[in-house]
């Protein structure tokens, strides 16, 4: 086991019981709570949130994932669990977020917090984990989170002008063969005037995007639109993003858009590679598999997606975990062929993008879970004043630097809306 990981944590005791509908569950967060240890993962008012650290695990490397499966499965084993409520997140659940490579300077964690509180078709609970059987607190709505002040910009790695540059030469790469596509990445830094609260980020997000997955995970905040992978018993399901229009705010124009997006040949071929890669990385793990010949339009307030999803039936024992270390990277935030595009990322992008764009998520003691991969999100940094904000493009033959720029601007509108509104 790594050295990092929580070794002195004792068997832990895990109490579950069903509580009345706590209401906006970003709203119960106690605002003492560090924002290392705030965690999220709520849709369309469901899901759940936590706080504190019960056991956790940081890893690295190629082995990160292979690491944090080991791990968790000792946990599960040595646990004593009590549980008035039987849905998938009730009980021992931990919150997980992964380095997108595996030489990246950022380590992986896997989060089993000390409280959780959910909500899942009408059945709301809390949570408590520990090493000795506690009383769970009563859900109470805590004082306002504190809105950002006095925001500062900066540029990242490269500025607009330096990134499409860099777009430009990914470009020619592609039309010289090398590489079919490459998912291109930027990042921008913000300073408030005050340490950052998490709750503030998470209410506006879950608020606004209600339809993705608000997740927060020792400091990684977003909304991602993308289900990399969910496990719930032996039904296997992914949702592939691929193809990106901006829209307009004029229904009947979007409309057109929308229509224009879905006959793209440019966007539906950066679509198939997505679609090609999950499709082959699940086959190895399910018995049958539906895999839909077009995509549909999914409609996002800013923006707009060609979106497959796929689904399949397990075929042997592989945690939630273990699925999305199988799936990552996918063509969406990679490329294809996957060894040649990481290459290209690692010489143009210019930078460490630490845990952006890998697996984040939630697994509980079977196996199952959820797993969105971390985009449309923000990494608060050491000076707790400071987020870094990240946004990627899908580069193929007919990628226009300049409309890549704009795209990317599209997608990093969620973060700053959430901490400059």
């Given at each position: 086991m790594p050295a990092s990981a929580d070794q002195s944590a004792p068997a832990l005791v895990v109490r579950t019981r069903?509580?009345?509908?706590?209401?906006?569950?970003?709203a119960i967060i106690p605002p003492e709570v560090d924002s290392a240890d705030v965690l999220s993962w709520l849709r369309d008012g469901e899901g759940f949130v936590g706080w504190g650290r019960a056991a956790y695990l940081e890893t690295s490397?190629?082995?990160?994932?292979?690491?944090?499966?080991?791990?968790?499965?000792?946990l599960v084993g040595r646990a004593v669990v009590r549980s008035e409520v039987d849905v998938p997140g009730a009980g021992l659940v931990a919150f997980g977020s992964f380095a997108f490579a595996a030489d990246s300077a950022y380590p992986s964690t896997l989060i089993v917090p000390r409280v959780v509180i959910g909500r899942r078709g009408g059945l709301a609970w809390v949570t408590t984990i520990s090493g000795s059987l506690e009383q769970a607190p009563r859900p109470t709505v805590q004082p306002p989170a504190v809105r950002p002040t006095n925001l500062t910009t900066r540029p990242g790695s490269l500025d607009e002008d330096g990134w499409a540059q860099a777009i430009g030469v990914a470009v020619q790469r592609i039309s010289d063969g090398e590489l079919d596509k490459v998912v291109m990445a930027r990042d921008v830094f913000l300073t408030a005037g005050e340490p950052l609260d998490a709750r503030w980020l998470l209410e506006r997000l879950s608020t606004a995007y209600r339809k993705t997955w608000t997740f927060s995970v020792d400091r990684l905040i977003g909304a991602t639109p993308e289900m990399l992978v969910r496990r719930e018993k032996a039904l296997v399901t992914s949702r592939i993003l691929a193809g990106t229009i901006q829209r307009t705010g004029d229904d009947e124009h979007d409309l057109a858009l929308a229509a224009s997006l879905a006959r793209s040949s440019k966007d539906l071929e950066e679509h198939e590679y997505a679609v090609r890669s999950v499709a082959e990385a699940l086959d190895a793990h399910c018995s049958s598999m539906n895999v839909p010949e077009a995509p549909f339009v999914l409609h996002l307030p800013n923006v707009m997606h060609l979106a497959t999803d796929v689904a399949g039936v397990l075929s042997d024992s592989s945690s939630s975990l273990a699925l999305a270390a199988a799936l990552h990277p996918s063509a969406a935030v990679c490329g294809t062929p996957t060894w040649k595009a990481r290459e290209v990322i690692a010489d143009l992008e210019q930078m460490d993008r630490g845990r952006y764009a890998g697996p984040v998520g939630w697994i509980d003691a079977s196996g199952d879970g959820e797993w969105g991969i971390a985009l449309r999100c923000g990494q608060i940094q050491e000076d707790p004043a400071t987020i870094r904000l990240f946004a990627g493009c899908g580069i193929v033959a007919g990628s226009d630097p300049q409309d890549e720029v704009a795209e990317s601007n599209a997608k990093l509108r969620p973060m700053l809306s959430a901490l400059r509104d």
């Open positions: 069903r509580i009345p509908d706590p209401g906006d569950l970003v490397a190629t082995s990160r994932f292979a690491d944090a499966d080991a791990w968790w499965s000792d």
